[in-house]
């Protein structure tokens, strides 16, 4: 009897919160993504990357800068409506991000059209209600092109091409997913068409947040 009643505590036991494999997160800052283990009050991240000032429209035509973003930790990507391959498992993973995070007020999602010429305000407005995107968790970012491509390729670093350059006109296409936290310091790079890396990424936002 004894026995029993301690299988069935086992069994019956809630099972642990999901922790990251790692209780500190490194930081980068160029295309390789080579880690770089430093404490958070290092004198080193006083010249460290960070994501630079940006000016661009939402869903909602709300204009979006590095302000609106003061004192939150964001997770970016890059995308378009009318992509027919990657784009869709995208959203849907951002999507598991938007419901991971949906009472978190301190955590925002940040998806770039990379053809801002054809995904004006309304077209993403349209996609945001087709998505269940919630404005004010979720910004579908238009804008500059000029502004965008540089954004994805000289601060997110987000097509991890490893120093490989390409020329302003070269389409930026990428399933990565990209973790900045409250200072706009790269954290993370996930591929945002595998599950286990998006959960991954969800315990390290979970991290960052524990480091307050």
């Given at each position: 009897?004894?026995?029993?009643s301690?299988?069935?505590l ?6 642990a ?9 490194p ?27 940006f000016?661009?429209?939402?869903q909602?035509?709300?204009t ?6 003061q ?21 849907t993973n ?12 301190d955590?925002?999602?940040l ?5 801002p010429?054809?995904d004006?305000?309304?077209?993403l407005?349209n ?15 238009t804008?500059?092109r000029?502004?965008i491509y540089?954004?994805?390729r ?9 120093g490989l ?15 900045v936290?409250?200072?706009r310091?790269i954290?993370?790079?996930y ?6 890396s ?15």
């Open positions: 009897m004894a026995f029993l301690a299988f069935l086992v069994c019956c036991e809630k099972p919160e999901r922790q990251s494999s790692i209780d500190r997160l930081y980068y800052n160029e295309a390789t993504f080579t880690p770089h283990w430093l404490d958070p009050d290092s004198d080193s991240l006083n010249q460290f990357h960070t994501i630079a000032p000016k661009l429209l939402n909602d035509g709300d979006i800068t590095e302000k609106s973003l004192g939150k930790i964001f997770i970016t990507d890059f995308f378009f409506t009318t992509c027919p391959g990657i784009c869709p498992r995208m959203t951002m999507a598991v991000l938007q419901e991971a995070f949906l009472h978190d007020a955590v925002m999602l998806s770039h059209s990379v053809t010429e054809r004006s305000v309304a077209v407005k996609y945001a209600k087709v998505k269940g995107v919630k404005s004010g968790k979720w910004h579908l970012l804008g500059d000029q502004q540089h954004l994805g000289k601060q997110y670093f987000v097509e991890e091409d490893l350059e390409k020329e302003a006109d070269d389409f930026l296409h990428t399933e990565n997913f990209i973790l936290d409250k200072n310091h954290r993370g790079i591929n945002g068409l595998n599950k286990t998006i959960n991954q990424l969800i315990d390290d936002v979970k991290t960052l947040k524990a480091k307050k």
